[in-house]
């Protein structure tokens, strides 16, 4: 990973020799790497070409540096790249800078839609790439934030770490002009990561294989039992015939029966549901013949299916070790290509290729975690789950909360702490709504009125044109309005709590 040194000096060369490119394409080739392609003229240049900014977010390797092409891109472009690509068409590099102290670089891009900055942070572990929008906000992160950052989620406010100063440490690179000192810093960390991936792929691989043969000994297991069941399904047609036969001399309620088989010349003891009458017991007995003769032909089209895929799987298991322990005897360049070689074809096998790509997906999309109750407003603290209404912020900053239930969306209406209701019904309509006011200071009776009057028609489409009557009461303990429930009530979508926070109200 570059020191401080080293990430400065790579600051100031970006800077200088980048600021005015265009910014034409951008592909994240794996989980912790994207390439940009930026096209303009470097000073000093007579014509504008194409290079290739790489940075890079790997514990190991985290850097910035320039490399010969534009790897390949993935089948499905990642959110963080497709988000560049929608919203940074054509941008232009406006220039690098180091923030604060740490290892944190920010590279400005300004396109139609505002400037943004790509901050690369480099802290070893918790190393990541963030977009960040012109007042500061984390748009979107390469790695999950709860690997690296958990307080840096899209929406929040970027800052900057609160570890120490590090040491800056010594350039490596010193002797190298400031041309090639962007390729000099990829050439250094190339060898050591082309082994690392290898290592690293390996064992992605042989996870994979583990799990996977796992599963299909476990599915081979189980069709073979269901195989193994043959005898009892003929068991049970034979019991069925005999039943058929001997239905005028079973009891009801009795337990079992002997009947005699002609066939063999044997007495054969069938047990009975005592719950169920005979003709009843005859039904059930040929019902369960029925379903273990399909589980039977089921099993038997996939019996073999399975073989082949555990068989298969084996195999890839004995080729995997195989490639990680030859090549002895050979130059370790040599034997570093071959076996890198032996791994890739091993991965571009379709079946592989696909585990690993369902492998990959789940470790880049992790769930959400959902939000720690001490965000939560101190009214809200405690209660149940269901209770808890929905919260949403507005563009201009308002909060809304939006009940999860009718019980939610009474709790709201009715039992908000310190909150004020307003009731409205309409001249000649039975039908009525109200409005939750959270305690906000005094309130004042026209503007909120007027405003809170207005809110019931547009959630109605304009349905009620007419002015509402209004009348307020204390939110502790109320009870709803005495009339009919109906209008916002019964009306489509309308049988919601809607509260906001602070500056304005809430509607149910």
Request: aromatic share 4%; hydrophobic share 35%.
């Amino acid at each position: 990973m570059l020191n401080l040194n080293e990430l400065r000096r790579a600051a100031r060369i970006i800077d200088e020799r980048f600021a005015g490119h265009r910014l034409e394409r951008c592909v994240q080739p794996s989980r912790d790497r994207v390439v940009l392609t930026l096209y303009g003229r470097a000073p000093g240049e007579e014509k504008a070409r194409k290079r290739f900014l790489m940075l890079c977010v790997h514990p190991a390797s985290g850097r910035v540096s320039q490399v010969e092409g534009l790897p390949k891109a993935p089948a499905n472009p990642p959110a963080f790249v497709s988000w560049i690509r929608a919203h940074l068409p054509s941008a232009r590099f406006k220039g690098a800078r180091m923030l604060g102290d740490d290892r944190v670089l920010g590279l400005a891009f300004e396109a139609a839609e505002g400037r943004v900055e790509l901050v690369l942070s480099l802290l070893g572990k918790r190393s990541n790439l963030y977009l960040v929008d012109a007042p500061g906000q984390v748009i979107l992160a390469l790695r999950s934030p709860a690997e690296t950052r958990a307080e840096l989620v899209p929406g929040a406010a970027f800052t900057l770490p609160s570890s120490g100063v590090p040491n800056p440490g010594e350039d490596r690179f010193a002797s190298v002009p400031d041309p090639d000192w962007l390729a000099a810093a990829e050439a250094h960390y190339a060898s050591d990561e082309g082994e690392r991936e290898s290592v690293d792929l390996a064992r992605e691989i042989r996870q994979v294989l583990k799990r996977e043969t796992k599963n299909a000994e476990r599915r081979l297991s189980k069709i073979e039992s269901e195989l193994a069941e043959a005898d009892q399904a003929s068991e049970l047609q034979r019991h069925g015939e005999l039943l058929k036969g001997s239905l005028g001399s079973i009891r009801k309620g009795a337990s079992e029966v002997r009947v005699r088989d002609y066939a063999t010349d044997e007495e054969v003891t069938i047990a009975l549901d005592p719950t169920l009458g005979p003709r009843e017991n005859l039904e059930a007995t040929f019902k369960r013949y029925q379903k273990l003769l399909r589980r039977l032909t089921k099993a038997g089209g996939q019996v073999e299916e399975a073989r082949l895929w555990r068989d298969k799987l084996t195999a890839l298991q004995a080729r995997l070790e195989e490639v990680q322990g030859e090549a002895g005897g050979r130059e370790e360049g040599e034997e570093e290509a071959e076996r890198a070689a032996g791994l890739e074809a091993i991965a571009a096998d379709p079946e592989i290729a696909r585990m690993l790509g369902r492998r990959r997906a789940a470790q880049a999309s992790p769930g959400a975690a959902p939000p720690p109750e001490s965000t939560l407003p101190a009214r809200l603290r405690g209660l149940d789950r269901a209770l808890v209404p929905r919260r949403y912020r507005s563009r201009d900053g308002l909060e809304i909360w939006v009940g999860r239930s009718d019980a939610g969306n009474d709790h709201l209406t009715t039992r908000l702490p310190g909150a004020r209701i307003f009731s409205f019904t309409w001249p000649g309509r039975r039908a009525a709504t109200s409005f939750c006011a959270p305690k906000a200071g005094r309130i004042r009776r026209r503007n909120p009125f007027s405003t809170l009057a207005s809110w019931p028609c547009i959630f109605r489409s304009r349905r009620m044109p007419a002015t509402p009557r209004c009348t307020s009461s204390r939110s502790n303990r109320s009870r709803s309005p005495e009339v009919p429930r109906r209008g916002s009530s019964t009306s489509p979508g309308a049988a919601r709590s809607v509260c906001a926070g602070r500056r304005t109200a809430c509607a149910a």
